[in-house]
């Protein structure tokens, strides 16, 4: 059971470069989560997708777009990457919002120059 | 500003003492909170979760209180080990719009387990 698998693992980018982080579940999971991770600033969430067909803006959404593209998949888009998104990105995914724990990938950690 | 926050960032102890990590949170609608587990360079590890209708829960090793009074929370390791250190993190469910809910997390605490 791989759980929540995030490709790539690192990235370097150009400013003003783009790219998409990917993430899929395979725990039939309804919401999932993309948080960026800073030193010393904990996990803040970017978007949300509590079900399918669904996404909603979290703590820090600008910069970034996301598409729950079905059931399992959830992807991070930055249209031009800027350093200040150089962070630890972690997809994760829960059975439903509410009271139930959410469930990591090993993060992507994504360079911008 | 966050609404969950801890009172140490970090923490040292010796192995097999016990160990507690302290998070508080401003928000008295939260109604569930999780404490996760983190080591370098992978992502975080559920480690136990409580409900607001609760005060205390019991793991393997691991117990979290809840005072809903003063909002605070703490998690317990019980006789601490080496593999024990990690980032720990307390995360409060939070509502969003709607019926919706966002998992927030506050900073973390570094806990280093001495031999």
């Known amino acids: 059971n791989a759980g929540v698998t995030q490709t790539p693992k690192f990235q370097v980018l150009k400013t003003g470069q783009s790219m998409t982080l990917q993430c899929a579940q395979d725990m039939n999971h309804n919401s999932m989560y993309w948080y960026r991770q800073d030193p010393g600033m904990g996990l803040r969430l970017i978007y949300y997708?509590?079900?399918?067909?669904?996404?909603d803006k979290g703590e820090v959404p600008n910069g970034y777009n996301v598409s729950r593209l079905n059931k399992r998949e959830f992807s991070l888009r930055l249209e031009s990457a800027a350093p200040s998104q150089t962070s630890v990105y972690f997809c994760a995914s829960s059975e439903r919002q509410g009271q139930a724990e959410a469930f990591f990938g090993q993060g992507t950690r994504l360079t911008v120059v | 500003g966050e609404s969950v926050g801890l009172h140490l960032p970090t923490l040292s102890v010796q192995e097999g003492d016990n160990s507690i990590i302290n998070c508080a949170y401003s928000n008295s609608a939260s109604d569930y909170f999780i404490w996760y587990k983190q080591e370098s360079g992978k992502g975080p590890q559920f480690i136990i979760d409580i409900r607001s209708n609760m005060d205390k829960r019991q793991g393997q090793r691991v117990t979290v209180l809840l005072n809903k009074t003063v909002k605070h929370l703490s998690l317990q390791i019980a006789a601490t080990q080496p593999g024990d250190s990690a980032v720990y993190f307390c995360a409060e469910n939070l509502r969003g719009g709607g019926s919706n809910y966002k998992l927030t997390f506050g900073k973390g605490t570094l806990l280093t387990v001495n031999p």
């Open positions: 997708s509590a079900s399918e067909g669904t996404t």
